[in-house]
């Protein structure tokens, strides 16, 4: 997909946050608790480390506005961005990264409490949205762990991608054996 607005950026994440919500919105106690195997992170977990990855992006969105701000830099008329995850990351068999520590869940949100804290940021993108839109933020950047230095327009589209990512890993433990009925 080319993101050439803001409207796209975060219809795109809305997007996924609606295919996200409709992958684990049914599932009992015991399906957000099951474990396929040691190691590897329940549905329940898999969606407290989204809500507090997702929080993460708008702090640092946040953080690299203020500083395009402060430059005073002007709007770019058409942003003409792609994808930021590679093309095989979205698939089943893609490559696995670990996650930092500082984003593992701790078991302390229920699904209600992580969708709730994922609404919180998609609500936060659109209260800035006109902030960002008179703002170039092309060239103020922020490291991510495994990629590198992402400016907040990829940013902002990584959410959606990285929502995408785990509900395909929620897939995958619902068709582990043993996943409860």
Known sequence: MTYNTMDDILAANEASHTRFHA?????????LQFRPEAGRWTIGEIAEHVAIVNDGFLRITHKLLRQAEAAGKPARAVLDLGPILPPSAGEQNSPKFSAPERVHPTGTLT???AFAKMRETLDGFAAIQSRIEATDLSEETFPHPAFGPFNAYQWMILLGE???????Q???VKAAAGFPA
């Open 23 to 31: 992958a684990t919105a049914s599932l009992s106690e015991a399906q």
């Open 111 to 113: 699904l209600a409490d």
């Open 162 to 168: 990285h929502q995408d990512r785990h509900r395909l």
């Open 170 to 172: 929620i897939e995958d």
